[in-house]
């Protein structure tokens, strides 16, 4: 079981990126697929959960309305498109995979590499 996140770089306040998680050794609709972030000096922080078959989604608040998080069945991959960046939103963001969603680490039994994600004022 892989996951290989992908997809940061540096942006100004109030640019787009879209992160991808690239999932091998399993079917991503079979799984949860979460996105989290850490800062520095901060916890990490889930961001966003697709659930396996329904599909359904979920944010933490200060994603809501400026992330989505989706899935690509066909290239086994989920992808997180953020928008409207703000500074705060500047960290290491990780993809991870268990059997359903969650907002804490340790209950995410996959995890993928950091992406850098950096965002200027």
């Known amino acids: 079981v892989q996951l290989q996140a992908s997809g940061g770089g540096l942006v100004q306040a109030g640019g787009s990126l879209r992160l991808s998680c690239a999932v091998s050794?399993?079917?991503?609709?079979?799984?949860?697929i979460g996105w989290f972030r850490q800062a520095p000096g901060k916890e990490r922080e889930g961001v966003s959960c697709?659930?396996?078959?329904?599909?359904?989604?979920n944010y933490v608040d200060s994603a809501k309305g400026r992330f989505t998080i989706s899935r690509d069945s066909a290239k086994n991959t989920v992808y997180l498109r953020m928008n409207n960046l703000k500074p705060e939103d500047t960290a290491l963001y990780y993809c991870?995979?268990?059997?359903?969603?969650?907002?804490?680490?340790?209950?995410?039994?996959?995890w993928g590499q950091g992406t850098l994600v950096t965002v200027s004022s």
């Open positions: 050794g399993f079917t991503v609709a079979d799984y949860a």
């Open positions: 697709i659930s396996p078959s329904t599909a359904g989604t």
């Open positions: 991870a995979a268990d059997w359903g969603c969650s907002s804490v680490p340790v209950e995410y039994s996959y």
